[in-house]
């Protein structure tokens, strides 16, 4: 072990000192893991470590946005057009059935493309094709069956995506972080044991963005969702789903003096 050690001391102090210029409140980085010294505005100097990790949190979903679309062909542009808008008017009109409000409703995804026969070697169009999304937003996550069962029995023939948030994000976001700085410590304190110094504080703390997707923002809070009869039809098909968990991913960057 002190052979170790003795090792990684030489190939730290060869390698991964390097002298960068800094003010007294904190020393300049390097790459993650890098040993490096900064020079004090008092004329002395200081050794430093840079140190990133990453961690998160698992958390069980309570939310979800999904996005469910009407596909369908007819001979000319009107007739697409119109059996499309009557579809998706019918199955926003189930939604709101179900308690969901306009502002939880939402289309787009719209086209309009034309379709073509090329068995005979050429082009012969035959007719046009239309797609259009609903986005159903501040959806209880342990409804996300019956409302999918609800939209495909009345006429939506795609579902686009499922997306899954959590209410409780910001908690375990916090967790995450705080988790992050202990294992950034951990392993700072590793390579300056390694090279036979002491950590001697905190110079620095950076917080790296990360993508919060599984954030719950929505101001409607949960629905009120449907009562008899809406609930029953909504049962109509039995669409199995499975949340799963979500994640609260956080991500530092510690400088660390060292002593």
Same mark, same amino acid.
């Given at each position: 072990?002190?052979?170790?050690?003795?090792?990684?001391?030489?190939?730290?102090?060869?390698?991964?000192?390097?002298?960068?210029?800094?003010?007294?409140?904190?020393?300049?980085?390097? !790459?993650?893991?890098?040993?490096? !010294?900064?020079?004090?505005?008092?004329?002395?100097?200081?050794?430093?470590?840079?140190?990133?990790?990453?961690?998160?949190?698992?958390?069980?979903?309570?939310?979800?946005?999904?996005?469910?679309?009407?596909? %369908?062909?007819?001979?000319?542009?009107?007739?697409?057009?119109?059996?499309?808008?009557?579809?998706?008017?019918?199955?926003?009109?189930?939604?709101?059935?179900?308690?969901?409000?306009?502002?939880?409703?939402?289309?787009?995804?719209?086209?309009?493309?034309?379709?073509?026969?090329?068995?005979?070697?050429?082009?012969?169009?035959?007719?046009?094709?239309?797609?259009?999304?609903?986005?159903?937003?501040?959806?209880?996550?342990?409804?996300?069956?019956?409302?999918?069962?609800?939209?495909?029995?009345?006429?939506?023939?795609?579902? %686009?995506?499922?997306?899954?948030?959590?209410?409780?994000?910001?908690?375990?976001?916090?967790?995450?972080?705080?988790?992050?700085?202990?294992? &950034?410590?951990?392993?700072?304190? &590793?390579?300056?044991?390694?090279?036979?110094?002491?950590?001697?504080?905190?110079?620095?703390?950076?917080?790296?963005?990360?993508?919060?997707?599984?954030?719950?923002?929505?101001?409607?809070?949960?629905?009120?969702?449907?009562?008899?009869?809406?609930?029953?039809?909504?049962?109509?098909?039995?669409?199995?789903?499975?949340?799963?968990?979500?994640?609260?991913?956080?991500?530092?960057?510690?400088?660390?003096?060292?002593?």
């Amino acid at each position: 072990m002190r052979g170790h050690v003795r090792y990684m001391a030489a190939v730290l102090a060869a390698g991964a000192l390097i002298l960068t210029g800094c003010s007294g409140t904190g020393a300049g980085t390097a !790459q993650s893991g890098a040993v490096n !010294q900064g020079v004090q505005s008092q004329g002395g100097e200081t050794a430093s470590v840079s140190v990133s990790a990453t961690e998160k949190t698992e958390l069980t979903p309570d939310m979800a946005e999904l996005g469910i679309g009407v596909t %369908n062909e007819a001979a000319t542009v009107e007739a697409a057009t119109s059996e499309n808008s009557a579809k998706v008017n019918e199955i926003l009109d189930a939604l709101r059935a179900l308690g969901y409000a306009d502002d939880s409703l939402s289309t787009s995804d719209i086209g309009l493309y034309p379709q073509y026969d090329y068995s005979g070697g050429e082009s012969v169009l035959t007719g046009y094709r239309m797609d259009t999304t609903i986005t159903v937003s501040d959806v209880p996550a342990d409804t996300v069956g019956d409302v999918l069962g609800d939209a495909l029995s009345h006429g939506a023939n795609t579902i %686009n995506s499922i997306r899954y948030f959590s209410s409780s994000y910001d908690e375990a976001y916090k967790e995450a972080l705080s988790a992050a700085i202990a294992s &950034a410590e951990e392993k700072a304190s &590793a390579m300056a044991e390694a090279s036979g110094l002491e950590l001697d504080g905190i110079l620095s703390m950076t917080e790296h963005a990360s993508g919060d997707y599984a954030r719950y923002s929505g101001t409607n809070g949960y629905m009120d969702y449907g009562t008899g009869n809406a609930r029953a039809e909504a049962a109509a098909l039995d669409v199995a789903v499975v949340p799963g968990t979500v994640a609260a991913e956080a991500s530092v960057t510690v400088v660390f003096a060292l002593k």
